[in-house]
């Protein structure tokens, strides 16, 4: 009963108070266009990628009416001959997705900081420059666009300090302090209480705006992907109300408790992540991906150049399983065979170069994840991304797969010129089955 004596008497003081009102509908707003922007970049990334598939089938199309026309290829280029497995292979498109998972609607993440689809070529890499061509989160924000994440791990804690910064402070000051615990009975009860009352009402509003984000999106039909991000954010709020709860508890008048508020607020969501961010900068300084640019332009001509018994005893080392080829029991040497097949050695090369790329985001990661204990929003953004399939590991496992992709489509390559294969309506069917099981 004493409980609810003082919600509904916090009511009254809220609802006249037009202030905390214009900074909650402020809050709403800012959170549906946040929300609004991620179902956006969803519909967005999705449309494009039905885009490029349909373009995918109309190139496979196009090619299935060289074979059942009896042609090698458009007429404009006569040295194209899909009878060959590198022309045909050639002309199978492959690619590889990083679908966007309808969480999208509330944490954009890594997404515009990495591509999300990536044809596949027999030299192609990771770490190409279509995988990053899109501008980060960071960037986003400045050029006046935010998610809803953004919204709740810097606009958040404001908008409680909003709702919080005169409890207590304006009795004192007013002199009442003394007759409202002899009218509550406690004075940690009395500030609980209303404290717990604005903690109320900002659950309500984030579970209405995620609720609407959810009807944006198919968040429903995914793995308690509401329940999960709701359950954090209740979390990172609970954080803040811990933080001001004591600073009321203790603090002198609402002057002093609004500048330690702003203080912490300032503290954890800029100071620290800034401090954080130059020290890994110093550790870690950002790689400028130099070995991948010399495989790319001195070591491919390296491997180009070679002797053909050099280029065989590399093919045979990586594929052992070659030298039961056509071309290799009847020890057929045609230098253009090992030219088409060098780019399975590239492709090596690519990985070792790439590999130490991984090692050093690794590292950094492991630096980052040592400094959540005190860098707090870091550590729920680092959540959020998890829970979003925008963190880096998804990237990473992308990647990967992109690598495997690319793998497979040498090692098809190699081994079908190897064995003088001629390509017909039914292998080039048999091509497109094989590399779309890679995406």
Not at 114 to 136: C, H, L, V
Not at 335 to 353: D, Q
């Amino acid at each position: 009963m004493r409980n609810l004596t003082i919600f509904l008497y916090e009511w009254k003081h809220f609802v006249g108070s037009p202030f905390k009102i214009v900074a909650v509908l402020l809050f709403i707003i800012a959170s549906i266009y946040g929300l609004q922007n991620g179902a956006d970049l969803y519909e967005k990334q999705n449309s494009e990628i039905e885009r490029i598939n349909k373009e995918a089938e109309i190139q496979k199309a196009t090619t299935l009416s060289y074979f059942e026309n009896n042609q090698k290829g458009p007429e404009n280029r006569p040295w194209i001959d899909v009878t060959s497995p590198f022309w045909a292979l050639w002309h199978t498109p492959t690619y590889h997705f990083k679908k966007p998972s309808p969480a999208l609607v509330y944490n954009i993440g890594q997404t515009e900081q990495y591509g999300f689809y990536k044809a596949i070529r027999t030299s192609s890499s990771p770490y190409d420059a279509d995988m990053t061509n899109e501008i980060s989160n960071p960037e986003r924000i400045q050029s006046g666009t935010l998610d809803f994440s953004f919204v709740i791990l810097f606009l958040l804690p404001l908008l409680l300090l909003v709702l919080l910064y005169n409890i207590k402070g304006q009795e004192a000051e007013h002199g009442f302090l003394p007759l409202v615990f002899v009218q509550t009975g406690s004075k940690n009860w009395w500030l609980l209480s209303r404290t717990a009352f604005y903690t109320v009402l900002l659950l309500l509003v984030l579970f209405g705006v995620m609720l609407y984000g959810a009807t944006l999106t198919n968040v429903f039909n995914s793995e308690n992907i509401f329940g999960n991000i709701f359950l954090w954010v209740t979390l990172y709020l609970f954080f803040w109300v811990i933080i001001y709860f004591l600073i009321l508890k203790y603090g002198k008048n609402t002057v002093s408790n609004t500048l330690q508020m702003i203080g912490v607020w300032l503290l954890f969501a800029f100071i620290i992540p800034a401090t954080v961010q130059q020290w890994i900068t110093i550790e870690k300084p950002t790689n400028l991906m130099v070995d991948l640019i010399d495989v790319s332009r001195d070591t491919k001509s390296e491997i180009n150049v070679q002797s053909i018994d050099k280029i065989d005893e590399q093919l045979f080392q990586l594929y052992p399983n070659l030298k039961d080829t056509k071309v290799a029991q009847e020890n057929i040497t045609v230098s253009r065979l090992r030219r088409l097949s060098t780019s399975a050695l590239i492709n090596v090369e690519m990985k070792k170069a790439t590999k130490s790329i991984e090692e050093e985001n690794k590292s950094k990661n492991k630096l980052i994840s040592k400094t959540y204990w005190f860098n707090p929003i870091s550590y729920f953004q680092n959540k959020l991304n998890q829970l979003s399939n925008t963190h880096y590991n998804d990237y990473e496992t992308y990647r990967n797969n992109i690598q495997e992709s690319v793998d497979k489509r040498n090692e098809l390559k190699v081994f079908e010129i190897w064995n003088d294969i001629k390509v017909d309506k039914e292998k080039y069917l048999e091509y497109n089955a094989t590399l779309s099981n890679s995406n």
